[in-house]
């Protein structure tokens, strides 16, 4: 039974710890590519750099952050919201050997994770000039 409900649990996008039920978010996210780079910017209110984990294992990048939610102050009541509060966020992205592993970059301001992967010195774009023979 106890195997049921977890099972159950992962499926509706909530997950346990300690016997605390946590929402799992999938983050939005806008990705460019620049001359010299793919940038990836996730929105992940409520994180902070501190709760914030990047992992690239293989082909595979995986962002995870955790929001807490905020504490109450006074007796108040929320009328409206935007989001939950508090969460789990988790994403995952296939990257090509286009990216250089060694200069993947990742800061967080404001709720906002902006990774900047690196293209490969060999796959970036040259200009190659042509002489009159």
Known sequence: MAEEKREIQHQSGTGT?????????????DIYETRDAIVIIADMPGVSTDSVEVT??????????????????GS???????CEPGGEYRRNFTISNEV???????TVKNGVLRLTLRKAEL?????ISVKAA
Do not use: M, Q, S
């Open 17 to 29: 710890a300690e016997g605390v039920v946590r929402r799992i978010f999938v983050p939005k996210v």
């Open 56 to 73: 690239l294992e293989k082909n595979i990048l995986t962002i995870k952050g955790t929001a807490l939610a905020p504490t109450r102050t």
């Open 76 to 82: 108040y009541t929320a009328v409206y919201a935007e």
């Open 100 to 106: 250089d592993r060694e200069k993947i970059e990742a």
């Open 123 to 127: 796959l970036k774009v040259r200009k």
